[in-house]
């Protein structure tokens, strides 16, 4: 009789005692997006609001941790001490696309102390990354980093991305304007979505004369019908074998490239860092 009192008294504990000292909530949510077959890419943006009951005690958002599956990108998001922000978005695929985004927000009375992030260090573009679409990498011990690449000459921004724990990332989705300046920009943040300034770094696109690869830059490819012989082995009605001059080369052994029309050189974009 004594231990089920005991019991009983736990249960009351339990029960009163935990809601009222309770001080902290966490929400979560998961957003599901798809894209069919070749259909362009699309983004979403949603807002998860702190419930009413939370805010009226008092509580405010302070935390979030944000899981991705698929093909799914973050582009954009914002913590307030009421609301969590985010803009997703699906990148365009021949065979179509979906991805899953999960969010947990921890919302408290008293805040934790969260310190801010150091702005990232190290901004640079690998020299053997496409200029058309750079590789983009960079240092710092944020846990997510923000880069937004902007296009100066035309004054808008052309990609951004909320990438959780990396420090490189390359840009997957469109291409960039030749003779255009650009400017891409870092930011980091922690948990708490406490953003840094931005660490920024620039570069240029133009176009340069540079030796042809597929040739060589010797403007000439070896004729593959004769293996660059400039002839041919022909059978006869009798068996006999005989050789022909090659009709794709005119005997040469050599055709010309078609990337340079034959000077050895194209015009290949080239990332200039400024
Ligand atoms: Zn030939
Ligand atoms: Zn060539």
Redesign the pocket.
Known sequence: MKKLCVLALWLIAIVFLVPATAHADTISQAFSHNLSSNEPAQSWEHKIDLPDNLNQQGFSFFRRAVTLTGKLVVEREELTSTYYYIKVRLPKAFFGSKGNVSIQLEAAKELPPCNPVPPPTELSIPTNSNPLNPDFSWKGNGKYSAITLYDVTANNTVWERIIPGVDKYSMTEGRLDIDHHFKWAVRQSDECARYSPETQAGFRLELRMMM????F?????MCTSCNGTGHILVQGPNGQQSYRICSWCNGSGRRI????N???R?QTPVLIVE
């Open positions: 042809c690869q597929p040739c830059g010797r403007g000439w490819i490239c078609t990337y340079c034959g000077s050895g194209v």
